[in-house]
């Protein structure tokens, strides 16, 4: 069984404060992806970045960076000098390997950053 | 190129009733998948569809149920509804064959409300 685990539920920063999201995620797998989606108000995800087990590399992208760690199954996700933009519901979700797209989702993080 | 499209956006049912919703995927695009999202549950996989086959389902009744065009173009049909099938369901779309790795590209929704 695939199991993502989003501690937090809410966060509220204030604009130009940097915030890290975490995400932990247990599998039995050795194949598998990580994700992380946005959800702003309109409703629709927005991929974010994707990760596969192999590859622990972090990642940064603009004032985005990820942290892929597999000695604590974790995924966590840093924005840095946040904006009034950035507030959404942020996902982390777990893909194991095979023919399929399933996704297995966290509960969500909502984001609040306020000017 | 246009996103992928998920109609109608909003809908109201009262409970017995039956639904059906519609997801058109990005031109191209072969595969579709369905998520509901709810407060309580989060997001969960309902199923996939490559080639007007069904490849995956996920842990719903059998009041759930969807289908797959020749041109890509999915429905998914809710029978009997329940209150508790008031959700916000997303549909996703994959340029190929459903795969654990694929970027999956989200629709806005449908809201479903029922009374």
């Known amino acids: 069984a695939q199991k993502v685990t989003q501690a937090q539920t809410e966060i509220s920063v204030v604009e130009k404060e940097d915030v890290t999201l975490d995400c932990v995620y247990e599998?039995?797998?050795?194949?598998?992806?990580l994700f992380w989606y946005k959800q702003p108000p309109s409703g629709e995800l927005v991929f974010l970045i994707r990760?596969?087990?192999?590859?622990?590399q972090n990642e940064i992208s603009g004032r985005y960076s990820w942290n892929f760690q597999k000695s604590t199954s974790s995924f966590n996700f840093t924005i840095t000098a946040s904006q009034v933009v950035d507030s959404a519901v942020y996902f982390c979700?777990?893909?194991?390997?095979?023919?399929?797209?399933?996704?297995?989702f966290g509960k969500g993080i909502t984001l609040s950053v306020r000017p | 190129k246009a996103g992928v499209t998920q109609t109608p956006r909003y809908l109201i049912k009262t409970r017995g009733q039956q639904v059906t919703l519609s997801c058109s995927p990005i031109?191209?695009?072969?595969?579709v998948s369905w998520y509901q999202q709810t407060p309580g549950q989060g997001l969960q996989f309902l199923f996939e569809?490559?080639?007007?086959?069904?490849?995956n389902k996920g842990n719903f009744p059998g009041r759930f149920s969807g289908r797959q065009f020749s041109n890509s173009r999915s429905e998914m049909n809710v029978s009997t509804l329940e209150l508790g099938d008031s959700a916000l369901y997303l549909c996703?779309?994959?340029?190929?064959?459903?795969?654990?790795?694929?970027?999956?590209?989200f629709g806005p929704g449908t809201r479903l409300t029922v009374l």
């Open positions: 031109s191209g695009h072969r595969s």
């Open positions: 990760r596969n087990s192999f590859d622990e």
């Open positions: 996703a779309s994959l340029p190929g064959p459903p795969l654990h790795y694929n970027e999956q590209f």
């Open positions: 599998t039995r797998d050795t194949t598998y992806y």
């Open positions: 979700a777990l893909s194991a390997a095979g023919a399929n797209s399933k996704l297995t």
């Open positions: 569809y490559f080639s007007e086959t069904q490849r």
